[in-house]
């Protein structure tokens, strides 16, 4: 089992930035990939970005890529997305999300942090 616990969201006018932070505990040795998705309001959960947790290869959406950048830290068991330039479109509950070795699908989650961003 992973446990994953988001921090970092919160009220910021447009322009500005955010960087999110997630703390996974447990069996963070079986983690494939680590994510974030975001739900906006009135929308699907979509995906926002990825990184492998053994090698730090990113992946970013298209519509974030130039703002947004994912990061890792194996050693204290930790993912980032730094949010640069925010609009009020990131408006969103922002969930960090991990992927085992053993499955190939996001099976444990963060319980949501919420990004608000404002005129």
């Known amino acids: 089992q992973v446990q994953l616990v988001e921090s970092g969201g919160g009220l910021v006018q447009a322009g500005g930035s955010l960087r999110l932070s997630c703390a996974a505990s447990?069996?963070?040795?079986?983690?494939?990939?680590m994510a974030w998705f975001r739900r906006a309001p009135g929308k699907e959960r979509a995906f926002v970005a990825s990184i492998s947790w053994s090698t730090g290869i990113p992946r970013v959406t298209e519509s974030v890529k130039d703002r947004f950048t994912i990061s890792r830290d194996i050693t204290k068991g930790m993912q980032y997305l730094q949010m640069n330039t925010l609009k009020l479109e990131d408006t969103a509950v922002y969930y960090c999300a991990a992927r085992p070795d053993w499955n190939p699908a996001f099976n444990y989650w963060g319980q949501g942090t919420q990004v608000t961003v404002s005129t």
């Open positions: 447990g069996r963070t040795d079986s983690l494939h990939t």
